[in-house]
């Protein structure tokens, strides 16, 4: 379970790996708004390659980085998103707030 | 329903047992050998109802969570979720998509809409002050066969 971040102009990528849930999305939302907060991302993308399992607490994970990024205008896309997430994300509605990309390359410079 | 095999395991509701919560019912529900997807199903549910008991009915204790499984000879598999909590005043209000008790903590309010859609069966008792009873059903019923 975790986050890795990669800033790069002006976008920033989250990594999120492990099973999210209540217990682990506390962490990752620190973790995130720590440096979502430092470097006001145009782009907040949240790559779900990684990521095993996931119930509703990652549906808020999402919702409250939506609201902290609207703050300066910015805006979330959710990546790679396993084929197990989908009806979960289908049924969050999060269809209508966020852009779902596929098959995105991050680089590996690190924040 | 005719029980083939059950399991009962309880655990204090510490946020580190949801994983532990959907895991032995995930490994209980695996010897009706569910698809991948079906599988997922069922530890979605099961995360959603035992981080309801963390979360909502033991808001500022810890409490003990039980959780029993059975399945029958036809395959479906029942999992009862119940705790010793605060209970709910208005179970069909909590029921509705979105809404939640819980607006500062990034609730997204799905919990029951997840475990209702991702099932095939969900019933909801609670009484004020007493606690709250989740039983779900899921049919695994045409892969019985080959494990006699």
């Known amino acids: ?111 | 329903m005719k029980v083939k095999n059950e399991m009962s395991v309880s655990f204090p509701s510490n946020s580190a047992n949801e994983s532990f919560g959907r895991a032995v019912v995930s490994a209980f529900a695996a010897q009706l050998d569910p698809t991948i997807d079906e599988l997922s199903d069922i530890k979605t549910a099961v995360s959603e109802a035992v981080t309801n008991c963390i979360v909502h009915a033991y808001r500022n204790a810890i409490g003990m969570i039980y959780i029993n499984a059975k399945y029958d000879e036809k395959g479906t598999l029942q999992i009862r979720i119940r705790d010793k909590g605060c209970g709910i005043e208005d179970v069909e209000q909590a029921m509705q998509p979105l809404y939640t008790t819980a607006e500062g903590e990034e609730r997204a309010g799905l919990g029951f809409a997840v475990m209702e859609s991702f099932m095939d069966k969900l019933r909801v008792t609670s009484k004020p002050g007493k606690g709250t009873t989740v039983t779900m059903q899921k049919n695994l019923a045409r892969r019985v066969m080959k494990n006699g």
């Open chain 1, 1 to 111: 379970m975790g986050v890795r971040l990669i800033l790069k102009d002006g976008f920033l990528t989250a990594m999120l790996s492990g099973e999210i849930d209540h217990h682990s999305a506390r962490e990752l939302r620190e973790e995130i708004d720590e440096t979502a907060m430092r470097t006001k991302p145009q782009m907040l993308t949240m790559d779900f390659s990684n990521v095993q399992f996931m119930d509703s607490s990652g549906v808020g994970l999402i919702m409250g980085r939506y609201k902290l990024v609207q703050l300066w205008g910015g805006a979330v896309s959710i990546a790679n998103l396993p084929p197990k997430l989908e009806k979960l994300i289908s049924l969050s509605g999060l269809r209508e707030l966020c852009t779902i990309v596929k098959d995105v390359k991050s680089d590996e410079s690190e924040e």
